[in-house]
């Protein structure tokens, strides 16, 4: 026979403390009664939108497609037309190879890695082209029957739909659906309107959302394969707005004219507003296929060109993605210069042209502190605050420095003289690996180091030559990133190699081919590393397999100096060339998450 217990279930839990912050939104009702306070306490869910990683080109009047965690952003307007395309992990946005005709006002549909741009402005006429993206590149396809702007698209490659569109001087209401071979007209919407960012659903079962036609209308139509029917309107009327979803389950988000950053949510039936986006700015692009649980909205503004990326949930967890915030100034323009320690106790030191002067920063300030025995330029550095070691560089052959905190004194003089080589581990337990062999012009090295707190010892080579490269982890599991190979033809690499304390082998590319990034830091399997040559702003992560891409920098730089010591949840940037010395400092905060509760009244 069943029990109570096994019929009721348990009792609330009687705590005399919160229970601690909830790891995943299944853990949504949870209950509980503080006993200290007097209050019963729950998890509960909200609909949120969360700022990300934003685009790289900010614009207006862009097209989308796929889904939050893999996005694709293309076209749209700066002050002229542009053909940009990038993809989105759900962590960071990578510039893909542009789309053959630059334009905007174009309807985008399908996922990151089979998407369709449809027709179009191309001043100072409307396109019936259509392009399709593989993943790699685009490559135009079969022209859709009637040119247009201001159109919108749903589906997928094989089967899409291509909305009501303007036609100068008027707007149309013809649509067009996409069979896998040709474009063939289809019944008419029953309000002509322009439709970019308006659609939802799939080729046969899809929402017109809203719009302009001539003036902002409220109505939406639904279509199921056979023709439209009006069903109920929007709460506020809008145009120049994203949506995503399915026929019953849509949602409609920011806009223009009017200006607003309301959402709205269809359930089948009705329409029901719930939270704004954080900014508002209309003629934005989304993740067209993605669900309403995960809707993405990016870029946008006019004429003001947005960067702003956000991410909805309907979630417990409040997610605070990657960031990099501008701190303090460094006293003194520096670039190619050494770095140490962490976000709260960092160290710079050396620098072009041959600067002696080092700096401590305690999580707010600088301040000056001994100046190295050798000045140095184009030097490395690793290990805290407290226990750093100099690289050589440009000026001192071989020589390397230590530093305790207070003042530096002369280091183990390393085997085989070099700069620019990629730099990680701690004073005790260090390791070097590739650079530029000094004196002048020198030679790209493979050879690697190790240092044992007095001298340095040569181990196995790295299988690729290399200069300008970057480093982070231990002596025992390094990392060596990217670089420059030489001679005459020297070009930028995307080769990544780790080691093991024995030996260097091949892993995953880092997604971009950089030198001279702004720095590196943590471990083996959860590193990170930012900016490069020629002031670049991106910064990836790397979990001991693949790299993602995460917040760019404010400012793009290259040859700055980093906390090598910092975990890859909090690191520090700072100096740099971008272009020319710079003081800036930045400091990156990963993505964190946090579980939002309710108190009882």
């Known amino acids: 026979m069943a029990t109570y217990r096994e019929i009721k279930g348990l009792k609330v839990p009687y705590l005399d403390a919160d229970l601690p912050s909830a790891s995943a939104s299944t853990e949504e009702g949870g209950v509980w009664y503080n006993s200290t306070t007097g209050k019963l306490r729950a998890?509960?869910?909200?609909?949120?939108?969360?700022?990300?990683?934003?685009?790289?080109?900010?614009?207006?009047?862009?097209?989308?497609?796929?889904?939050?965690?893999?996005?694709?952003?293309?076209?749209?307007?700066?002050?002229?037309?542009?053909?940009?395309?990038?993809?989105?992990?759900?962590?960071?946005?990578?510039?893909?190879?542009?789309?053959?005709?630059?334009?905007?006002?174009?309807?985008?549909?399908?996922?990151?890695?089979?998407?369709?741009?449809?027709?179009?402005?191309?001043?100072?006429?409307s396109a019936d082209l259509v392009e399709q993206y593989d993943g790699s590149s685009w490559s135009e396809t079969t022209d859709i029957n009637t040119a247009g702007r201001v159109i919108g698209a749903c589906g997928i490659t094989t089967a899409a739909l291509a909305g009501s569109r303007f036609?100068?001087?008027?707007?149309?209401?013809?649509?067009?659906?996409?069979?896998?071979?040709?474009?063939?007209?289809?019944?008419?919407?029953?309000?002509?309107?322009?439709?970019?960012?308006?659609?939802?659903?799939?080729?046969?079962?899809?929402?017109?959302?809203?719009?302009?036609?001539?003036?902002?209308?409220?109505?939406?139509?639904?279509?199921?394969?056979?023709?439209?029917?009006?069903?109920?309107?929007?709460?506020?009327?809008?145009?120049?707005?994203?949506?995503?979803?399915?026929?019953?389950?849509?949602?409609?988000?920011n806009g223009y004219s009017p200006a607003t950053a309301?959402?709205?949510?269809?359930?089948?039936?009705?329409?029901?507003?719930?939270?704004?986006?954080?900014?508002?700015?209309?003629?934005l692009g989304g993740a067209t296929n993605a669900p309403i649980s995960a809707a993405l909205g990016f870029s946008g503004g006019d004429p003001t060109r947005s960067t702003s990326t956000e991410e909805?949930?309907?979630?417990?967890?409040?997610?605070?993605?990657?960031?990099?915030?501008?701190?303090?100034?460094?006293?003194?323009?520096?670039?190619?210069h050494g770095g140490a320690g962490t976000t709260d106790a960092a160290l710079s030191f050396g620098g072009v042209n041959e600067l002696a002067e080092s700096f401590e920063w305690d999580g707010s300030a600088w301040g000056s502190e001994t100046d190295l025995n050798i000045a140095r330029g184009?030097?490395?550095?690793?290990?805290?605050?407290?226990?750093?070691?100099?690289?050589?560089?440009?000026?001192?052959?071989?020589?390397?420095?230590?530093?305790?905190?207070?003042?530096?004194?002369?280091?183990?003089?390393?085997?085989?003289?070099?700069?620019?080589?990629?730099?990680?581990?701690?004073?005790?337990?260090?390791?070097?690996?590739?650079?530029l062999r000094n004196p002048g012009p020198g030679a790209v090295s493979a050879e690697a180091e190790t240092y044992d707190g007095s001298s340095w010892t040569e181990v196995n080579d790295l299988n690729t030559a290399r200069t300008s490269n970057e480093g982070f982890g231990t002596q025992t599991a390094g990392i060596s990133v990217g670089g420059l190979t030489?001679?005459?033809?020297?070009?930028?690499?995307?080769?990544?190699?780790?080691?093991?304390?024995?030996?260097?082998?091949?892993?995953?590319?880092?997604?971009?081919?950089?030198?001279?990034?702004?720095?590196?830091?943590?471990?083996?399997t959860a590193g990170g590393f930012a900016g490069g040559f020629p002031y670049t702003n991106t910064s990836?992560?790397?979990?001991?397999?693949?790299?993602?891409?995460?917040?760019?920098l404010n400012d793009g730089r290259d040859r700055a100096g980093c906390s090598t010591a910092s975990p890859q949840s909090s690191a520090l940037i700072f100096g740099g060339n971008s272009p020319g010395a710079v003081t800036t400092t930045e400091e990156f905060t990963g993505e964190t998450v946090v579980a939002a509760s309710v108190t009882s009244s």
């Open 43 to 125: 998890f509960v869910a909200f609909d949120t939108w969360a700022t990300s990683a934003p685009v790289n080109t900010g614009r207006g009047e862009l097209a989308g497609a796929g889904i939050q965690t893999a996005a694709l952003a293309f076209g749209g307007i700066v002050t002229a037309a542009v053909a940009n395309s990038e993809e989105y992990n759900g962590s960071g946005w990578a510039e893909g190879n542009d789309l053959n005709t630059a334009r905007y006002n174009l309807g985008g549909c399908g996922t990151q890695t089979a998407a369709f741009a449809v027709a179009g402005y191309t001043p100072p006429t």
């Open 167 to 253: 036609i100068p001087p008027a707007y149309a209401a013809n649509v067009e659906q996409w069979n896998g071979s040709a474009w063939s007209e289809v019944g008419d919407v029953n309000d002509a309107r322009g439709s970019h960012g308006a659609l939802a659903g799939t080729s046969t079962a899809a929402l017109h959302i809203s719009h302009a036609g001539p003036g902002v209308v409220a109505s939406v139509e639904s279509w199921d394969n056979s023709s439209w029917t009006e069903v109920g309107d929007v709460n506020t009327g809008r145009k120049g707005h994203a949506s995503s979803g399915i026929s019953t389950a849509a949602m409609c988000f």
């Open 312 to 336: 909805f949930a309907h979630q417990i967890l409040t997610y605070t993605p990657a960031s990099w915030a501008t701190g303090t100034a460094l006293p003194t323009a520096v670039q190619q």
């Open 540 to 552: 990836f992560l790397y979990d001991g397999t693949n790299w993602t891409a995460s917040a760019n």
């Open 486 to 524: 030489g001679g005459p033809n020297a070009t930028r690499v995307a080769n990544v190699e780790e080691y093991n304390g024995t030996s260097w082998a091949e892993v995953t590319d880092v997604p971009t081919a950089n030198f001279n990034a702004a720095g590196a830091w943590g471990t083996q």
């Open 262 to 283: 309301n959402t709205e949510m269809w359930d089948g039936s009705s329409w029901t507003e719930t939270t704004n986006m954080s900014s508002q700015r209309g003629f």
């Open 378 to 435: 184009y030097t490395g550095g690793f290990g805290t605050q407290t226990a750093a070691i100099c690289a050589p560089g440009l000026n001192d052959i071989n020589a390397t420095e230590e530093y305790n905190g207070s003042s530096w004194t002369a280091g183990g003089d390393i085997t085989n003289d070099r700069r620019t080589e990629a730099d990680m581990g701690t004073q005790t337990a260090g390791l070097i690996a590739g650079g």
